[in-house]
């Protein structure tokens, strides 16, 4: 009579098990899941994340300009890039920066790593040596795309500007007057320059293609990839990439809840009557106005885009299941030139000069021409 009530005991075990598996298992993914629209309701983990930049004095050294990238991964643990030089697309020498790791304790962040250490409380990060004395300190700082808001010139469609949704097709305006994710234009699309203004959502708890991911299709073809990438090396997946295919030249993404912008010239394939292709895509784009692809060849469609063909196609604002918002949308049709861009990397560029980094290219190309 003990056997089948141990079999009975030991079933109701099992059984509990896999309940609180399941039960642990839905909890992860609704972690995953969540998304913040409003930095109020983010939490400390938010306000420690972000963008650091000042100067630092090595023992026996001079001082040195840096910059610290703190990415929350949830749960009060973070990571975070220390770049010499200071921040991406900014000064940064992203071939020697360091990964650090850490956690919160109290109301401050601890992080160390490659002999360093760091304490940020979201408005200041101190850096320490391995000994622990201080070797300097770092402020909170927010980058602001310098083509943020701009307006669309003559000539231009005008995709959305808060109200007008008659050149998208379902498309769905929130509340607060921002396009969600999903639409694609109204018209097809061959030659064109695109602006485009985008908001990602704060997901702490998500990782990789689940954290942030939208992207444009031009043609439904090839992909400028959206996600959240903040803090990361460029990847060949990653924020600005051309989806699987061609990584961007630096990562040139800020912080999610922070209002972000694409400008993107796109020249079509050219084909013969006969249908065959005799030139590919060509693609410039500049993200939150860092060029982070100069007139670079697409050999084909990206990731799943539809087969690249002679008939056009519009562009899908892509909806992946993460809120991404859009404003301020506008296309100019036709080939039209970009500006004149340095193909050499941008952290390269001095980080004292590197504010303006495009207009002082133009004015150097500007300066050689009259020479």
């Known amino acids: 009579m003990k056997y089948p009530a ?47 930049t000042g100067t630092i004095v090595e023992p026996y050294g001079r001082p040195q300009h840096v910059g610290l990238q703190i990415v929350a991964r949830g749960g009060g643990e973070f990571e975070a890039l220390f770049f010499p030089g200071g921040l991406p697309g900014a000064g940064a020498d992203t071939d020697n920066s360091a990964s650090l790791a850490g956690a ?68 769905r305006v929130t509340e607060e007057g921002l396009l969600e994710m999903g639409p694609t234009t109204a018209m097809p699309v061959e030659d064109f320059y695109l602006h485009v203004e985008f908001r990602l959502p704060f997901m702490p708890y998500a ?33 600005g990439s051309l989806y699987r295919q061609q990584a961007a030249d630096v990562n040139a993404a800020l912080p999610p809840l922070t209002w972000q912008t694409f400008d993107i010239w796109f020249r079509a394939p050219r084909w013969d009557d006969e249908e065959n292709k005799q030139e590919n895509a060509r693609i410039t784009v500049l993200m939150n106005g860092i060029p982070i692809h100069v007139d670079r060849e697409v050999i084909d469609k990206t990731g799943a885009g539809r087969p690249e ?38 952290e390269r560029v001095r980080p004292r000069r590197a504010c303006f980094p495009i207009l002082r290219r133009v004015i150097q190309r500007l300066r050689a021409c009259r020479r």
């Open 309 to 346: 063909g002679l008939e056009p196609l519009p562009i899908l604002f892509q909806d992946h299941r993460c809120p991404v918002r859009f404003q301020n949308l506008w296309i100019v049709m036709g080939e039209v030139p970009p500006p004149l861009l340095a193909p050499e990397p941008v």
């Open 207 to 239: 990782r990789g293609q689940g954290r942030g991911n939208s992207g444009i299709y031009i043609q439904r073809r090839y992909e400028v990839q959206i996600l959240d990438s903040f803090g990361l090396a460029a990847l060949f997946d990653g924020s």
């Open 6 to 52: 141990f079999r009975t005991i030991a079933l109701l075990v099992v059984f509990g098990l896999i309940v609180v598996s399941v039960r642990s298992a839905a909890r992860a993914e609704d972690l995953r899941r969540l998304a913040f629209q409003d930095p109020a309701e983010a939490g400390i983990d938010f306000l420690i994340q972000g963008e650091y």
């Open 104 to 171: 919160m304790d109290g109301e401050a962040a601890y992080l160390e790593g490659d002999g360093r250490g760091v304490v940020a409380d979201g408005y200041q990060a101190t850096v320490y040596d391995s000994t622990g004395n201080e070797l300097g300190q770092l402020e909170k700082t927010y980058r602001v795309s310098p083509t943020l808001g701009a307006p669309p010139p003559r000539g231009a469609i005008v995709l959305f500007d808060g109200q007008s949704t008659e050149n998208l097709n379902n498309a």
